[in-house]
């Protein structure tokens, strides 16, 4: 297992707000080079379907290149990772914003937005985008199903010698690594990426109580 990553404190989900990244350009320089424009969408619509085509490949170059552990920036870029790559400008995505905006002119960052002015999806029509997010598939080798729940995980660690193992939060699904998660055993394993989200299971579930990762281990088998 990958035992360098230190425990989550607070999980960015539980906000219930997607975060993301945009590509942001002049309405002078998009309309005076377009070519540009197109080019650089294009080149990052390239870089993305690579990544999605080969996620360990692409994993590892950008541990070389950022000195970051493959393992983390595979829990980050690697099929349904906590980035999704998704380039879509969706609905959630622009409520979301337009909730921050009062936020940030508060504080200084913007004087104003029109939000439906900035907010332009045809430079990404223009380059064929959008890419989906690449997504896991296959059956679980222990217990047989098309996707895994975190307890025949912890079945398939116990047996197998493995480099790192994910599992998303049972309250928010943040994927996270499963040695640093919070456990719970209730009628099954849970996971939780922070301490915080165990309780609050445990409270409200009679019976359930938190245990560590080796007993989770060692009670799957």
Not at 167 to 183: E, I, L, M, N
Request: proline share 7%; glycine share 6%; charged share 20%.
């Amino acid at each position: 297992m990958f035992a360098g990553q230190a425990r989550l404190v607070y999980d960015g989900a539980s906000l219930n707000l997607p975060t993301w990244h945009g590509v942001v350009v002049r309405e002078s320089y998009a309309q005076q080079h377009p070519e540009v424009v197109d080019a650089f969408l294009q080149a990052q619509t390239d870089a993305t379907q690579y990544l999605n085509s080969n996620p360990m490949a692409a994993a590892l170059s950008v541990a070389k290149q950022t000195k970051l552990p493959a393992e983390v920036v595979y829990l980050y870029n690697g099929p349904n990772g906590m980035v999704t790559f998704d380039t879509a400008l969706k609905p959630e995505l622009k409520d979301a914003l337009e909730q921050d905006i009062p936020f940030l002119e508060s504080i200084g960052n913007i004087k104003r937005l029109d939000l439906n002015a900035f907010w332009d999806p045809s430079y990404l029509d223009r380059v064929k985008a959008p890419i989906k997010p690449a997504q896991i598939s296959g059956v679980d080798p222990v217990c047989g199903i098309p996707a895994a729940n975190p307890t025949c995980l912890l079945r398939q660690v116990a047996k197998s010698k493995v480099r790192v193992a994910y599992v998303p939060s049972t309250d928010t699904g943040t994927r996270w690594f499963a040695d640093k998660s919070v456990w719970v055993q209730d009628t099954e394993y849970l996971p939780f990426s922070t301490e915080e989200g165990a309780r609050r299971y445990v409270a409200g579930h009679p019976g359930a109580h938190i245990i560590s990762y080796a007993k989770a281990l060692e009670g799957s088998r």
